[in-house]
């Protein structure tokens, strides 16, 4: 049974930096690409940054390039989202996904993680 699981998130004041990750079990990480999603309390769920399965195509939304970069190591069956300059606006909960291929869109991933809170104040 394939289970992802975040974590990394917390409380951090603007401008500082966070890294969340996303553990993948009972496969190889290699068999996935993996998108990272957000939900601010009260909206809609995003999605912020995608990783192909061979870690060399990565995705972002504008809001976020240039802050936040993606990664990914298959021996550690661990996909990384390194956050930096963050922004209250960067407040939700952090959700990671795999599929075999990288889409935006949540529905069209095949396993879920349960999500870590990212909290920048204003």
């Known amino acids: 049974q394939v289970q992802l699981a975040e974590s990394g998130g917390g409380l951090v004041q603007p401008g500082g930096s966070l890294k969340l990750s996303c553990s993948v079990s009972?496969?190889?990480?290699?068999?996935?690409?993996v998108g990272w999603f957000r939900q601010p309390l009260g909206k809609e769920r995003e999605f912020v940054s995608g990783?192909?399965?061979?870690?060399?195509?990565?995705y972002y939304i504008d809001s976020v390039k240039g802050r936040f970069t993606v990664s990914r190591d298959n021996a550690k069956g661990t996909v990384y989202l390194q956050m930096n300059s963050l922004k209250p606006e960067d407040t939700g909960v952090y959700y990671c996904a795999a599929g075999g291929n990288y889409y935006r869109d949540w529905d069209l991933y095949d396993y879920w993680g349960q999500g870590t809170q990212v909290t920048v104040p204003s």
């Open positions: 990783i192909n399965r061979e870690g060399n195509r990565l």
């Open positions: 009972g496969r190889t990480l290699d068999s996935f690409a």
